[in-house]
């Protein structure tokens, strides 16, 4: 048996050297429970809890928020509330209030995914096991993904905070300085699903990036679920909507719950954009949202689930009521 190491580092240079070959932990809500059922197994483990990475700052039209702030700090900073609603409300509605006081903003990014066959040691997965097989393909796909899935992983990403900061055009930036744009933060599992971000090995983040204008201010978070808490959303819709008039100036939609990593509508944005906002409009946008989209015996009703989440949030937050 190889010995576990544990360091608790005391800054982010000695975070990132130990962290080759390591883990980090922060709040730990999600590694210690993959740890304890075996789907993620560790040699040592890289305590960053001392370093100084829980600051929320505003700075030209920037909210810089520190990858160790928690989920409930950042839901409840004004500025937030205020000027990103869809951030706050994203936040509010995951996990329960002891996990949101415990779980860090770079952790929640970086859970792990909720399919029972990946946390199954016994069952076969290519996310946790490279070349073993996916079994939710042919077995119980209710949670599973409809869009961005391969014939190898159609495991769904589960943060709703990583369906907000899609909308809100977010940067992750990790030490050193490299800056990653939140649209190509995640991957597709494609041949790899065993690969989900596009961090390298021992990267650390330690701020995320949101700018505040475009159609921030004007967004909201709809989240359907089976319970009304500590649950993860069946179909999820992150919407921002800047609007003159009636006409939609700018628009940013995004999913989750359906896919493989938090999914952008581009093609929905695109029914939308420079057009009036109507029934019409908004249906057409449902209709693009889930072109291309592959539905499986038990998640089918997702494709319209989807459409019909899209309709009821973007008709609320345009004031068509």
Sequence with gaps: MKNFGYVKAKTVAEAVQAGQGGRYIAGGTDLLNLMKDGAQVHDRIVDINALPLKGISQDRGVLSIGA???????????????????????????ASPQVRNMAAIGGNLLQRTRCGYFRDTASPCNKRAPGSGCAALEGENRGHAILGGSEHCIAVQPSDLAVALLALDATVVVAGERRIPFEDFYVVPGTTPDRETSLRPGELIVRVEVPMTGPAARSRYLKLRDRATFEFAVVSVAAALDLSGRTVRDVRLTFGGVATK?????????????????????????????????????NAFKIELLQRALSVLLTDLGGLT
């Design 68 to 94: 160790l702030a928690r989920m409930t700090e950042v839901a409840a900073h004004p500025v937030v509330r205020r000027a990103l609603p869809v951030l706050s409300e994203a936040l509010l509605g995951s």
């Design 262 to 298: 938090p999914w952008r509508g581009k093609e929905a944005e695109a029914e939308l954009r420079g057009r009036p906002l109507s029934a019409t409009s908004i249906a057409a946008a449902g209709k693009a949202a889930v072109r291309g989209a592959v539905g499986r015996e038990h």
